[in-house]
Nanobody, 121 residues
Framework: VQLQASGGGLAQAGGSLRLSCVVP????????IGWFRQAPGKQREFVAG???????RYVDSVKGRFTISRDNARNTAYLQMNSLKPTDTAVYYC????????????????WGQGTQVTVSS
């Protein structure tokens, strides 16, 4: 499965972006999915996750600013990012998660290329 993350770009601090992740195939609706990010020189970190039932979890640094959602009919997950900060600058990736949204789980295969988000101050 080739994950297709898109929607990144350049935004000013305080601005918004909406990321999309298309997961080809029949497994999307059967698995939790999450967004992760990797800033230069740092490890990849969890950002947000959503279960098949719609329960969500966020890293503390994005709570109240980011919203994850999913559309099973379109095999697509979204990440609405508001009130962006320069510290949100990173490459954003999507992939599967475990049912408790505690860790990455390779339900959808490899990571894909991700989408670059750059926030200027």
């Amino acid at each position: 499965v080739q994950l297709q993350a898109s929607g990144g770009g350049l935004a000013q601090a305080g601005g918004s972006l909406r990321l999309s992740c298309v997961v080809p195939g029949i497994t999307f609706s059967l698995n939790p999915i999450g967004w992760f990010r990797q800033a230069p020189g740092k490890q990849r970190e969890f950002v947000a996750g959503i279960t098949t039932e719609g329960s969500t979890r966020y890293v503390d640094s994005v709570k109240g600013r980011f919203t994850i959602s999913r559309d099973n009919a379109r095999n697509t997950a979204y990440l609405q990012m508001n009130s962006l900060k320069p510290t949100d600058t990173a490459v954003y990736y999507c992939n599967g998660m475990d049912r408790s949204l505690s860790y990455y789980y390779p339900a959808f295969g490899s990571w894909g290329q991700g989408t670059q988000v750059t926030v200027s101050s």
